[in-house]
């Protein structure tokens, strides 16, 4: 997925993908998951996983992932993640993922997020489609 580790860059709107993707790959073998540095973009997406799967809270699963890694999610994706537990790991209100949650419209409309960016050449090669 292409993001940036910027203070505008949406990543819930890819978090469900991300998270089944993990999902799916941990069921066949095994996944990395990984950006630039490896300290805040993947630790957002693998935060976010684990939050979902074990249905725990932010500071807890960020607890146990700072006990195996060097990890620092960014502000703005902190705040996200806390998002992504208040509305319960979706982002959307409609099965056609076209009417937000109240706290993801919110966000959206204050801080003036980049909600979609083009797919990135690794996505395309997979054949990846934009789910929303």
Sequence with gaps: MFC???SHQDLLVHMR???E????SLAHGGVLVHCVQGVSRSTTFVIAYL????????????ADVKLKRKVRP???????LGLWG???YEIWEDEEKKVPKAPYA???KEKGLTAVLPLSAAEI????KRLW
């Design 86 to 88: 208040q509305m319960e």
């Design 106 to 108: 919110k966000l959206l």
């Design 51 to 62: 939050m979902r799967r074990d249905r725990r809270g932010l500071d807890e699963v960020l």
């Design 17 to 19: 993908r991300a998270c």
């Design 4 to 6: 940036l580790d910027s």
């Design 125 to 128: 090669a997979f054949g990846f």
């Design 74 to 80: 960014s502000e703005n994706f902190m705040m996200q």
């Design 21 to 24: 993707f993990i999902e799916t």
